[in-house]
C-alpha cells in the first residue's frame, strides 16, 4: 500500500522558518517527480513546488526565493524548507507523487497524502 506522510506544520510568526516532511512508503519513487501543494477551506488546491528525480527544482512565483524543496532518494523523502513565512502561506500543506503532464497541475499527480497544517500568525 503506498502511504505518503507529511510532517512538520505547526503555528509560526510571520517571519519564522518551518521545515515540511514528506516520508513515503509502499514503493519506491526514486524515479518519481514529486511535488508540494497547498489548500485554504474554500479554495482550490495550488501548486507549491516540485522536484524531478534528478533533483531539478520548480517554485511557484508566490514561494520563490524563500521555499526551498529537496529530496532524499535513499529514505524516499521529500522536503520543504519554508524561509521568511507570510501569513498568506496559512494552508494545509499536501505531499504528492507525480503520474503524467505537467508538474504543476494538481491532476498529474496520482498519490496524496493526509497533509498537514501551517499557520502563520502574529
Known amino acids: 500500500q503506498v502511504q505518503l506522510v507529511e510532517s512538520g506544520g505547526g503555528l509560526v510568526q510571520p517571519g519564522d522558518s518551518l521545515r515540511l516532511s514528506c516520508t513515503a512508503s509502499?514503493?519506491?519513487?526514486?524515479?518519481?517527480?514529486m511535488g508540494w501543494f497547498r489548500q485554504v477551506p474554500g479554495k482550490e488546491r495550488e501548486y507549491v513546488a516540485a522536484?524531478?528525480?534528478?533533483?531539478?527544482?520548480y517554485y511557484s512565483e508566490s514561494v520563490k526565493g524563500r521555499f526551498i524543496i529537496s529530496r532524499d532518494i535513499d529514505k524516499n523523502t521529500v522536503d520543504l524548507q519554508m524561509d521568511y513565512l507570510k501569513v498568506e502561506d496559512t494552508a494545509t500543506y499536501y505531499c504528492?507523487?507525480?503520474?503524467?503532464?505537467?508538474?504543476?497541475?494538481?491532476?498529474?499527480?496520482?498519490?496524496w497524502g493526509q497533509g498537514t497544517q501551517v499557520t502563520v500568525s502574529s
Open positions: 504528492a507523487a507525480h503520474g503524467s503532464g505537467n508538474y504543476y497541475l494538481v491532476t498529474s499527480y496520482n498519490f
Open positions: 509502499g514503493r519506491t519513487f526514486s524515479r518519481t517527480t
Open positions: 522536484i524531478s528525480w534528478n533533483y531539478y527544482t
